[in-house]
Each structure stands twice: as structure tokens, then as C-alpha cells.
DNA sequence: TGAGTGACTTGAG
DNA sequence: ACTCAAGCCACTC
């Protein structure tokens, strides 16, 4: 995929406001890219470790982070998220979706 | 060339 | 609420 493609992830990935969180399809979609879900994660996975980029607002469809619960990664990005005042109940996200 | 693999999503049982 | 399957797209042997 392009760089361009790569922007307009970041660009909407960095319009969520704290305390809300979006879905990876939801991102790929705000960024005009239709079912690049799995792109998103992808691009995310690659992400530089000193990167200032929100990645922990992006959340699974359904509600649950997309690592594995009680993993390392989840929980650094469980208290990313409970910093912001975002927790989960039952593994699940318990505040809104960012809205468009 | 092709099978396997995810930081995914959706729909059917 | 849970599991399965299929669709998805790029990357890795």
C-alpha cells in the first residue's frame, strides 16, 4: 500500500479523541480504504515503539483488544486506555465509539 | 507457485 | 453467548 494510505490512517487514527476508541474496520473506512481491516492491524504492528501515535484507542469490532487477554501487550494497552478513563468490563470495551 | 498466518469482520448455526 | 467458516490483504517461508 501507498504512503498516502499510510497518512490518512495515522490522520484518522490521531482524530480520536481521548476516552473514545475505534474498530480496526472503522479506521480503514474513515481512511477510504474498505476492508483493509487486517492492513490497519498490520501497520500498527509495525509502528515504531517511540511512536506518539494513539495506536491504543483502536479496539476490536467487537469490543476486545485484539491481543490476548492478560498477554503483555494487552495490558500495556488496557492501562493506556484505563489512563484515559476508558475500562473494560468482562474483557470488553465499556465506553462509546468514536463517532463521524 | 502455494500454503500458512495474523493487532480483522461478518454472518450463520 | 459461543463457535465456525468465509472473506479479507499483505507478508513469509
Given at each position: 500500500m501507498t504512503e498516502d494510505n499510510q497518512q490518512s490512517v495515522w490522520q484518522v487514527i490521531v482524530a480520536i479523541p481521548a476516552g473514545k476508541v475505534a474498530s480496526y474496520g472503522q479506521v480503514a473506512d474513515l481512511a477510504g480504504l474498505p476492508r483493509a481491516a487486517r492492513w490497519v492491524g498490520r501497520l500498527l504492528k509495525n509502528l515504531?515503539?517511540?511512536?506518539?501515535?494513539?495506536?491504543?484507542r483502536v479496539v476490536r469490532a467487537d469490543g476486545r483488544?485484539?491481543?490476548?487477554?492478560?498477554?503483555e501487550r494487552y495490558q500495556r494497552q488496557q492501562q493506556r486506555l484505563r489512563a484515559e478513563g476508558v475500562l473494560l468490563r468482562n474483557n470488553k470495551i465499556n465506553r462509546q465509539y468514536f463517532q463521524y
Amino acid at each position: 500500500m501507498t504512503e498516502d494510505n499510510q497518512q490518512s490512517v495515522w490522520q484518522v487514527i490521531v482524530a480520536i479523541p481521548a476516552g473514545k476508541v475505534a474498530s480496526y474496520g472503522q479506521v480503514a473506512d474513515l481512511a477510504g480504504l474498505p476492508r483493509a481491516a487486517r492492513w490497519v492491524g498490520r501497520l500498527l504492528k509495525n509502528l515504531p515503539a517511540d511512536s506518539t501515535l494513539p495506536w491504543h484507542r483502536v479496539v476490536r469490532a467487537d469490543g476486545r483488544l485484539a491481543f490476548a487477554t492478560g498477554s503483555e501487550r494487552y495490558q500495556r494497552q488496557q492501562q493506556r486506555l484505563r489512563a484515559e478513563g476508558v475500562l473494560l468490563r468482562n474483557n470488553k470495551i465499556n465506553r462509546q465509539y468514536f463517532q463521524y
